[in-house]
C-alpha cells in the first residue's frame, strides 16, 4: 500500500493516477473539502483528514508500506511543510514503513532565509536523513504543469508577466516526469538513501517561455517585465499587516530572484537510474494544450 499525501495537487493527482495503472493499491490523504471524485473513481482508498492532526497521520499510516509526501503549504510553511511532514516521518517509522519519497525543492539546500518553504523542506530533509527510514529526496525545479492556467492566460491575451531578470536559467520538469520518478523511487535500489536535483532536459532562460508560448499559439509574446523592486515594495507593505503572507512573498522573491536548473549530468544520472528519458517543457505543453 501506497499512502499519498497531497493527492489532490497537481502532482499528487499524477502519483495517485499512475498507481492505478499500474494495479498498485495506493491509499490518498485528502481534505473533506477538496475534489477527490476522480482518485476515488480509480481505485484509490479514500483517507479524510487534516495534516495538521498526528492522529489522523497515525491512522493514514497502517498498513502503508510506501510513504509518498506531496503535499505543499500556501502560507503555512511551519505547520505543513515541516510539522506535517515531520510527523508523517515518525508515524511512517513507527508503522514499519519501508521507504520514504519526500518532495522538496531545487536549492532547498542554499540557505535562503527569507524563504519559509525552502527553509521548512530543508529542515525535513535532514530529520528524514536520520530517522533510520530508507529514504528518496527528490528536489525538482519548477513544475510544467504550473505553467498551463499562464498558457491559457496567453493564449486569450498575448501577454507574459516575467518578474526578475529574464536571462535566470530554470529547467523545468514535467510533472508527469517527476511523478513517474516518485512512484518508482521507493523500488529502485538506485533511489535509496538519495538526494536528486529533478529538472527538465533542457536548460532554459526566462525570458524563453513566452517565446514557447508564441510558438504554441502562433503569436508575438508581449512581456512586461517587473523588477525585483516590486516584489520587495509589496512585501514591505504587506508585512506590516500579514507576517505569514510577507513570508510566502519572500518564498517567492527567492524563486524569482534566483536559478534553478540541473547540470547535463544530474539529468544524465536521472535518466540513467529511471530508464527513460525526461520530457522537455515544451512537449509537455503541446500534450496537454492539444497545440
Known amino acids: 500500500m501506497y499512502l499519498v499525501t497531497g493527492a489532490t495537487g497537481a502532482l499528487g493527482r499524477r502519483v495517485v493516477r499512475l498507481l492505478r495503472e499500474r494495479d498498485q493499491p495506493v491509499r ?9 471524485a476522480e482518485l476515488e473513481n480509480r481505485g484509490s482508498e479514500i483517507f479524510i483528514g487534516n495534516l495538521r492532526e498526528e492522529r489522523d497521520i497515525q491512522k493514514a499510516c497502517r498498513r502503508v508500506k510506501y510513504v509518498i509526501s506531496s503535499h505543499g503549504s500556501g502560507s503555512d510553511a511551519q505547520e505543513l511543510d515541516y510539522r506535517a511532514n515531520v510527523d508523517l516521518i515518525d508515524q511512517a517509522k513507527a508503522a514499519g514503513v519501508e521507504h520514504f519519497v519526500f518532495i522538496s525543492v531545487l536549492g532547498a539546500d542554499r540557505g535562503y532565509e527569507d524563504a519559509t518553504v525552502f527553509k521548512a523542506k530543508r529542515e525535513v530533509e535532514k530529520y528524514l536523513q536520520s530517522s533510520g527510514l530508507n529514504y528518496t529526496i527528490l528536489r525538482p525545479s519548477g513544475l510544467a504543469s504550473s505553467l498551463l492556467p499562464l498558457a491559457e492566460r496567453f493564449k486569450q491575451t498575448g501577454l507574459y508577466l516575467l518578474t526578475g531578470d529574464p536571462k535566470n536559467r530554470t529547467s523545468i520538469v514535467s510533472t508527469d ?7 518508482e523511487s521507493p523500488v529502485n535500489m538506485g533511489a535509496k538513501n538519495r538526494i536528486f536535483p529533478v529538472g ?3 536548460i532554459l532562460k526566462r525570458e524563453d517561455i513566452p517565446r514557447i508560448f508564441g510558438r504554441l499559439f502562433n503569436r508575438e509574446p508581449i512581456v512586461i517585465n517587473a523588477p525585483l523592486m516590486v516584489v520587495d515594495g509589496i512585501r514591505g507593505s504587506i508585512g506590516l499587516m500579514n507576517p505569514a503572507l510577507s513570508g510566502s512573498l519572500g518564498t517567492f522573491r527567492a524563486l524569482v530572484a534566483n536559478e534553478f536548473y540541473c547540470t547535463a549530468n544530474e539529468i544524465d544520472t ?3 537510474i529511471y530508464n527513460f528519458k525526461l520530457e522537455s517543457v515544451e512537449t509537455f505543453l503541446r500534450r496537454y494544450l492539444g497545440t
Do not use: M
Request: aromatic fraction near 10%; charged fraction near 25%; proline fraction near 5%.
Open 28 to 36: 490518498s490523504f485528502v481534505r473533506l473539502s477538496s475534489k477527490y
Open 177 to 183: 516526469d517527476l511523478a513517474r520518478i516518485a512512484v
Open 200 to 202: 527538465g532536459p533542457d
Open 270 to 272: 536521472l535518466e540513467t
